[in-house]
Structure formats: structure tokens, C-alpha cells
């Protein structure tokens, strides 16, 4: 849809094609959101508190020309979202073998790179992005400068002749930092954690390799690189609290992943972390 004859994303009604409803497919089920299905050549998803904000940004993204994300074509007679299929392969909740290729990881960094360039400038005016119940603490000094993606995994990945070519899910978009997204980005692909948390099958990956990997792709100055293990240490702290408040106020797929142990995954992370700060650091500036 050209910019020109786009309504604004409230008004936005998708309109069928023709014989479309016959080909319902499910789609493979993340932590939290339920029922995404593709028809064709759409996806549909549960109508959410950020939807319109990240209706916005798509529509932003499509205007700077980023090819790597879906568009939002907007809500069906059921209410749900309505967004362009991005036509390629994602991780399963355990990603296969193929993920970890070092061609992927680098095109991973290149992707989010460019998603930063043209996001910049976007500030969502009609439809703000919800604030976050537990506003962020650990890095004053750092104010959000950047609307982007914050949940790059290998599952929101879309991945054509072994590149990443796309970016799906956009529910945890919101105003951050581009070097914020960009550590988070790294933490789930290389990935960072305590080994004891790789997921099977990527045990013996060597971390340090893989994240100078990603930095050089992504294009961290020495400044960036130098900030990186604080960052992560911060991050895992803001991100404990966050989950910890969510599986109480929200219920559903953050009480499962909470009951199922993911604040012990973060404070492991935040420990290996600062246990091997030296060598992250000399892996990055090296
Ligand atoms: N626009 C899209 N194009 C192609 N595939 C998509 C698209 N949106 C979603 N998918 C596929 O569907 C899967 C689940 O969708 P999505 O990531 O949007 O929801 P989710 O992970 O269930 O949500 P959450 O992370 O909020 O729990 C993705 O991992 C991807 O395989
Ligand atoms: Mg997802």
C-alpha cells in the first residue's frame, strides 16, 4: 500500500481476497502470544495495548524503505491484526543446527544495523507506546534516543538462502536505545548465557568468537564494546524485575516462563557475565 493512499492505522479495515479464508494455517506458538495464524499470504494476530503504536512504526519502517518487516494491512472482521507474511524460515523454540551458522549470526547483525538507520527520526505521535509498569532504573544516563525491535530471537528471525532477511513480533518495540537492542540482540544469538543454559545442541558454541562475530557485523565502536559487559550485567537486572512484575500483573505465558525458571536463567547470565567480563572484553577489542 502506498504511504499516500494508507488511512491511518485506526481506521485501517482489511479487506479479503478472494477464497483467502480456506487456507488457515497455525503458526508456531511463542512464550506469550496466543493464536497467531497465517492465511495466505497474511498473518493474523490477537489485537494488543501496542498494537496501533507498532502499526506505526511499520508503516514508518515501509516509508524508510527497510524491506525486513512485515506490513501492517490492518484488522480483519474478527479484530485481529492483520500484517504481511514474511516469506522465509524461523528457529524453533530450540533452534536447529542451521541456526548457528556464522554467516546467519553476522547477516544478524548487518539486519539489525539497518533496522536502527531507518528507524531513526521515528517518534510514534498518534499512538504512543504503552509505558512500561516498571520503568527502567539501571542506566539514567542512557535515555531512550531510539524506537526499535528489543526482542530480536532466533524465533522472530525470518532467514532466506541462510541470511536474515526479516523481522516478526514486534510486541516488546518501544523506545530504548540502538546499542540496548543491539546487546540483546547478540545476547540471544551467540548466545550469552551461563553454558549450563545453552539449549541442546549448542553447548560447545564458543561465545567469545561468536560475539566479535556479531560486533563486527553490527559495527560497535570501541566505546560500545567497552560498555557491553556493564550493559549486559544492568539489563539482566532490569529484565528480572520486569519479568518478575509481569508473571504477577499479567498472568499467562509470563507466570509459565516464570514458573518455569527464567529469573534463575537471568541471574546466572548476570553472573557469568560479570565472571567473564575480562574475556568478553578482550574477545571485543582485541
Ligand atoms: N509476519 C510474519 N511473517 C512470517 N512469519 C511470521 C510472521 N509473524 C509471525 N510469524 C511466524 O509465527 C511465529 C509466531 O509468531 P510471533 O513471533 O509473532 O508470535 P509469538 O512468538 O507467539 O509471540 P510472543 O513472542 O509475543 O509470545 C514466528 O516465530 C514466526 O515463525
Ligand atoms: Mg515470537
Redesign the pocket.
Known amino acids: 500500500m502506498s504511504p499516500t493512499h494508507r488511512p491511518p492505522v485506526e481506521a485501517r479495515v482489511y479487506a479479503p481476497a478472494d477464497g483467502e479464508a480456506s487456507d488457515v494455517e497455525l503458526?508456531?506458538?511463542?512464550?506469550?502470544?496466543?493464536g497467531?495464524v497465517?492465511i495466505g499470504g497474511t498473518?493474523r494476530?490477537p489485537h494488543q495495548r501496542q498494537s496501533r503504536a507498532v502499526a506505526e512504526y511499520l508503516d514508518w519502517l515501509e516509508d524508510a524503505g527497510f524491506e525486513g518487516s512485515?506490513r501492517f494491512l490492518g484488522r480483519d472482521d474478527e479484530g485481529r491484526d492483520v500484517?504481511?507474511?514474511?516469506?522465509?524460515r524461523?528457529?524453533a523454540a530450540v533452534p536447529e543446527e542451521w541456526v548457528q551458522s556464522e554467516e546467519l549470526l553476522a547477516s544478524v547483525g548487518r539486519l539489525v544495523r539497518r533496522l536502527h538507520g531507518a528507524s531513526a527520526g521515528f517518534v510514534p505521535r498518534a499512538h504512543p507506546f504503552p509505558p512500561h509498569p516498571v520503568p527502567r532504573r539501571a542506566d539514567r544516563h542512557d535515555a531512550a534516543e531510539l524506537v526499535c525491535h528489543l526482542?530480536v530471537?532466533p524465533?522472530?528471525v525470518?532467514v532466506r538462502d541462510g541470511r536474515a532477511a526479516?523481522l516478526?513480533?514486534f510486541?516488546?518495540a518501544g523506545p530504548s536505545t540502538a546499542l540496548r537492542d543491539s546487546y540483546n540482540t547478540a545476547m540471544h544469538w551467540v548466545p550469552l548465557c551461563d553454558p549450563a543454559d545453552a539449549w541442546p545442541g549448542w553447548e560447545g558454541l564458543d561465545p567469545y568468537r561468536r560475539l566479535r562475530i556479531f560486533a563486527d557485523a553490527y559495527g560497535w565502536d570501541r566505546e560500545e564494546r567497552r560498555r557491553l559487559p556493564g550493559l549486559g550485567v544492568d539489563a539482566g537486572t532490569l529484565t528480572h524485575e520486569r519479568m518478575r512484575h509481569n508473571a504477577v500483573a499479567l498472568g499467562g505465558?509470563w507466570a509459565r516462563m516464570w514458573d518455569e525458571g527464567v529469573g534463575g536463567l537471568i541471574l546466572r547470565r548476570r553472573r557469568w557475565l560479570q565472571a567473564n567480563a575480562e574475556r568478553l572484553l578482550d574477545a571485543l577489542l582485541a
Do not use: K, S, Y
Open positions: 503458526m508456531p506458538a511463542g512464550d506469550v502470544t496466543e497467531v497465517r498473518i494476530r512485515p500484517l504481511t507474511f514474511v516469506p522465509g524461523c528457529a526482542d530471537t524465533q522472530n525470518v526479516g516478526v513480533d510486541d516488546l505465558g
